[in-house]
């Protein structure tokens, strides 16, 4: 599979690929321990999950999400540097910090069809192309092959025109093995393959968005505050308890993590904290010249 990097690749690489091609793959990026912690975690959840009950969702896969709130392991993929990095690249040119948008599990079983093939970003009212809103990852828990529905995506399709469709030829699927990521941005076409082999295959989904956009996953009520205060600073920034911008996301006048942290009083807390204003002053703004309605557009390719 083209696009596919070792774990210890030059970062700034790995971030020109995906900005270039909308995806790549980091081969090995975690360790057998901390892998088989991430499954372990998740298999109570797993055995007491239900498969779909409509077609997107897959009528055979098993989902669930609030994956913060479930899982120490998968917390450290929240935070893995080298997913970190490409994000930094892609989304940081348009906002003053991002955001946990999604996370979430999705395990499916032999038998299971294709999904249709999507863009994430199809929530949101903006037409492609356009500058990177979202950045997402799934992480390999058992190998990823065409045989057993490895993700289908369409490379390049980030610079398409909403009114394109993809034809069987633009459509890859992403082979890697256990504990490797898939890096895409959030405007590629894409969608879970076909699972035509004898034993499931899990992923774990963990995307980022612009700080100014609504989270697809509400992570306020996804982790109460009680568990959030115990956390990491850089998963409670990530989760939202962070300002988006100057004054953007505070509570009563005290910025969120401050507020998450017992402060009340505004003049105990700073709602332009030191290189935010530079941030914002630098940063690269939409210009919409005009509006027209379009949908969110599906796309069924067999690709078996």
């Not at 900005?19 to 090995?28: E, M």
């Not at 946990?100 to 079983?109: A, C, F, Q, S």
Request: hydrophobic residues 35%; aromatic residues 6%.
């Amino acid at each position: 599979m083209e696009n596919t990097f070792g774990p210890g690749a030059d970062r700034s690489d790995l971030a020109a690929a995906v900005a270039r091609d909308g995806y790549a793959v980091v081969r090995s990026a975690v360790d057998a321990d901390t892998l088989a912690a991430v499954a372990t975690d998740l298999q109570p959840y797993l055995d007491a999950a239900h498969t779909g009950h409509e077609e997107f969702m897959g009528s055979l896969t098993k989902r669930f999400g609030a994956l913060v709130a479930k899982s120490t392991a998968v917390q450290a993929l929240i935070m893995h540097p080298t997913v970190l990095a490409v994000a930094d690249h892609a989304l940081l040119p348009s906002c003053a910090a991002y955001q946990l948008h999604y996370t979430g599990v999705m395990h499916l079983e032999p038998g299971e069809k294709q999904q249709v093939l999507h863009r994430d970003t199809s929530v949101y009212p903006f037409a492609n192309p356009c500058p990177p809103l979202t950045v997402a990852t799934m992480w390999a828990v058992t190998d990823f092959t065409r045989q057993n529905g490895g993700t289908r995506i369409c490379p390049g399709s980030h610079q398409w025109t909403s009114d394109r469709a993809p034809a069987r030829d633009d459509v890859i699927a992403t082979e890697m093995p256990a504990g490797s990521v898939l890096i895409y941005l959030g405007n590629v076409i894409h969608g879970g393959g076909s699972n035509r082999s004898d034993n499931a295959r899990t992923g774990v989904a963990l995307h980022y968005s612009l700080g100014w956009l609504r989270q697809e996953e509400n992570q306020y009520l996804a982790v109460t505050q009680e568990q959030a205060r115990t956390m990491p600073d850089e998963l409670q920034e990530l989760m939202g308890y962070s300002l988006g911008s100057s004054n953007l996301g505070f509570v009563d006048h005290v910025a969120p993590k401050d507020y998450l942290h017992g402060v009340r009083d505004p003049s105990e807390s700073n709602l332009s904290p030191t290189g935010m204003s530079e941030r914002v002053d630098g940063l690269q703004r939409f210009h919409v010249s005009h509006t027209a309605r379009g949908l969110a557009r599906h796309y069924d390719i067999d690709t078996d």
